[in-house]
């Protein structure tokens, strides 16, 4: 009877040291390839079973690689072709804010003014290039700049976009950025054309007044959409575009002929 019981307990002993040592290997298997990358592991889990199973190798490596290599470089090159443009502008915005700003306003009042020309002139009429450049360097280092730090500031100051902030930012745009950046237009364009202090002053009082009346029929709808659902560094952008229209007349009003300083002060004497 001893003898039987002691013969069960060294069976029972030796099998559980079997199952101890199996589990032990597969453990050591299992740590040592998850440490590799999937396709060169020899062995792989399945979802059913915890056991392990072999992992057939590719039958072409050279081919099986040139595959997974094409199909990432497809993948990553259909990602930029969905983005296109847009997504190179807006790394651009990223990385260089003002410059990109500013070369999209450039561009912008570059096509405007010729749209302009091309409106109020006749079909015989040569495009005045040297009208275009004044547009496109006003564009380019007065406008561009301006916006980008007036859409950052106003962001600052008031951050929230609901209706009540939305028609504060746009009495600021009407009553602050618009009336300033309007007379450092026409001043600037006036100086350029080789007008001097007296007339420049003149065409302000003639053409400001009028031009900002205009305005209020045109921008504060345009104001309302840029503040209340474009994000912050876009708005330069939308703005822009909404000034394209915009720029097609007010470069017509800064392209008149000059005022005549002394008929407006005897209308003032008058007055």
Known sequence: MSSSLRSSKSCLHRLLNNTRSTILFHHQNVTKHQQLPLHSRPYYYTARSP????????????????????????????LTSKNGFIGWYLGMLESRPILT???????????????SQAITGS???????IRTSRMAGYGMLVMGPSMHFWFNFISKVLPK???????KKLFMGQTIYGPIMTTIFFSVNAGLQGENGAEIIARLKRDLLPTLTNGLMYWPICDFVTFKFIPVRLQPLVSNSFAYLWTIYITYMATLEKADSSSISSIESAS
């Not at 700003?101 to 749209?115: G, V």
């Not at 976009?161 to 028609?167: A, C, E, G, H, P």
């Open 101 to 115: 700003k500013s070369i999209t306003s450039s561009l912008i009042y570059t096509f405007a003014d010729l749209s």
């Open 123 to 129: 079909s015989s009429d040569s495009f005045d290039l």
């Open 51 to 78: 056991l392990l199973y072999k992992q057939k190798p590719p039958k072409y490596p050279s081919l099986y690689s040139f595959y997974r290599s094409y199909s990432s470089s497809s993948s990553s090159s259909s």
């Open 161 to 167: 976009r609901d209706v009540v902030n939305t028609l």
